[in-house]
């Protein structure tokens, strides 16, 4: 069955700190992979996306993920993180040409000031 | 863009009342999900629509929950009977068909006493 795993479910860093977060996905075929960020009480926002191309994918408030898929894995980055920072992180995979989303069980990120 | 619209943000009920949540899509979007997220559970999604129309229900917990789209910019999510159990945020989501992105709307909190 298709699963995305995120082994960290919570993470606590103070600020300036670096980030990580894994994901990794078990689908053998194409996929569109995602990071979504869920601020304390608000819904879930589009952080970035991957479809194809560069394997490097640039989000917005400085994040990025690298896709390898070899490894089946599409994890989270940021070099310096903020207290604003502060919120759940979701990975999400959609098999290419498929409405399903598949997600992970999330992150929670603390960012202490 | 106003973004997915749902309402209400938050509902109390007690258990065995009928609790009708709703949605309302970006215009333009012909595809529209309801998700239900709980510490347990994380991300579930309960039904897909396309063009109006259910394609997937099979994440519909029981009887009790019904999903209905009567035109492309309304759709409802019904619990009847509500149970304890069912108190989670509900979360409705759109896309259009190409984007493959879904957008969130702010969610329902429902809590069932």
């Known amino acids: 069955a298709q699963s995305v795993s995120q082994h960290n479910h919570h993470v606590i860093l103070s600020e300036a700190a670096s980030l990580e977060l894994g994901c990794n996905y078990s689908?053998?075929?194409?996929?569109?992979l995602f990071w979504y960020v869920q601020y304390p009480g608000q819904h879930l926002q589009l952080l970035l996306k991957y479809f194809s191309g560069d394997p490097l994918v640039k989000g917005i408030k400085g994040f990025e993920a690298e896709f390898i898929k070899s490894k089946f894995s599409f994890n989270l980055r940021k070099p310096s993180v903020q207290w604003s920072d502060t919120a759940e992180y979701f990975c999400a995979v959609s098999p290419s040409g498929t409405y399903k989303y598949i997600f992970g069980t999330g992150t929670r990120l603390k960012v202490l000031a | 863009d106003a973004g997915v619209i749902q309402s209400p943000r938050h509902e109390v009920t007690e258990m065995g009342q009928e609790v009708t949540l709703r949605c309302k899509p970006i215009?333009?979007?012909?595809?529209l999900f309801w998700y239900r997220q709980t510490m347990m559970r994380g991300l579930e999604l309960l039904i897909y629509?396309?063009?109006?129309?259910?394609?997937?229900d099979s994440g519909m917990p029981e009887d009790r929950f019904s999903a209905k789209m009567p035109n492309a910019s309304f759709s409802t999510l019904k619990i009847q009977p509500s149970e304890p159990r069912d108190s989670a945020v509900y979360f409705c989501a759109s896309t259009s068909s190409g984007t493959d992105t879904q957008y969130f709307g702010p969610g329902t909190r429902l809590t069932v006493l």
């Open positions: 689908y053998g075929g194409t996929v569109n």
């Open positions: 215009s333009g979007h012909n595809s």
């Open positions: 629509f396309n063009n109006n129309v259910p394609i997937d």
